[in-house]
C-alpha cells in the first residue's frame, strides 16, 4: 500500500519568511495529493490540492510542486503571517477506491 | 465545516464500556471516514464507506465498530477490547471517491475515567 513520509516534523520561521514542508510517496500510480491545515484545536481543512497531470499549482501564497519521478510533493508558503501557525497534513491516495493516506504533519510556527 | 456534525465533543469511557460517537453529514456526500488523531501520528484512518450499508476497515479498525444505514450518518463505537482508546476522533466526508476533497467535523475528544 502507499506510505507518505513528511518532513520535517517541526518548522519555526520569521514572520514574511518562506516555509517549505516535503511529503514524499511510495506508489508512484497515486494521482491526487490534498494539503490540510489544522489550527490548535480545530479541524483540519483543506488548503490546496493536485493531481498528477500538474506539475505546480498556486493560491495567493500558497503553491503545491509535484515531482512525479522523485515521488515527492511540497508545500510552500510564502510570506508567512502569524495566523499560518498550525500544523499541516500531507495526504496521497491511488484512486478514488483508495483512502487517502496521511503524512504524519508538520507543526510550523510563525514568530512575529 | 457547518455540513459535517460530530457529537459529543468530549466524552468519557468507564472500564468495560461501548461508547458511541455521532457523526451527521448534510452535504449529500457519498462517502464517510472515521480517523483517530494522537500526538505525531498525524490523522489514522479507522473505517470508511463509500456506500451506504457498506464499509471497508482501515489501518487501525480493532476495537471499533461501524454502521452505515443512512446516507448522512455514520456513528463510530468503540468497544471494551479497544484497550488504548484516549484520543482525538475525526469524522469526514467526500463527494464520492477518496480523491475528492474532504470535509471534517470539530472531532470528538474521548477520555477514559
Known amino acids: 500500500g502507499e506510505n507518505v513520509e513528511q518532513h520535517p516534523s517541526t518548522l519555526s520561521v520569521q514572520e514574511g519568511d518562506s516555509a517549505v514542508i516535503k511529503c514524499t510517496y511510495s506508489?508512484?500510480?497515486?494521482?491526487?495529493f490534498p494539503w490540510y491545515k489544522q489550527e490548535l484545536g480545530k479541524r483540519p481543512q483543506l488548503i490546496i490540492d493536485?493531481?498528477?497531470?500538474?506539475g505546480e499549482k498556486k493560491d495567493q501564497r500558497i503553491a503545491v510542486t509535484l515531482n512525479k519521478t522523485a515521488k515527492h510533493f511540497s508545500l510552500h508558503i510564502t510570506e508567512t503571517q502569524p495566523e499560518d501557525s498550525a500544523v499541516y497534513f500531507c495526504?496521497?491516495?491511488?484512486?478514488?477506491?483508495?483512502?487517502?493516506?496521511f503524512g504524519k504533519g508538520t507543526r510550523l510556527s510563525v514568530i512575529a | 465545516d457547518g455540513g459535517i456534525t460530530q457529537s459529543p465533543k468530549y466524552l468519557f469511557r468507564k472500564e468495560g464500556q461501548n461508547v458511541t460517537l455521532s457523526c451527521e453529514q448534510n452535504l449529500n456526500h457519498d462517502a464517510m471516514y472515521w480517523y483517530r488523531q494522537d500526538p505525531g501520528q498525524g490523522l489514522r484512518l479507522i473505517y470508511y464507506?463509500?456506500?451506504?450499508?457498506?464499509?471497508q476497515k482501515g489501518d487501525i479498525a480493532e476495537g471499533y465498530s461501524v454502521s452505515r444505514e443512512k446516507k448522512e450518518s455514520f456513528p463510530l463505537t468503540v468497544t471494551s477490547a479497544q484497550k488504548n482508546p484516549t484520543a482525538f476522533y475525526l469524522c469526514?466526508?467526500?463527494?464520492?471517491?477518496?480523491?475528492?476533497?474532504?470535509?471534517f467535523g470539530d472531532g470528538t475528544r474521548l477520555s477514559i475515567l
Open positions: 506508489d508512484s500510480a497515486s494521482n491526487y
Open positions: 495526504a496521497a491516495t491511488l484512486s478514488g477506491n483508495t483512502p487517502l493516506v
Open positions: 493536485i493531481r498528477s497531470n500538474v
Open positions: 464507506s463509500q456506500i451506504v450499508n457498506d464499509f
Open positions: 469526514a466526508s467526500s463527494r464520492g471517491q477518496s480523491n475528492q476533497p474532504q470535509h
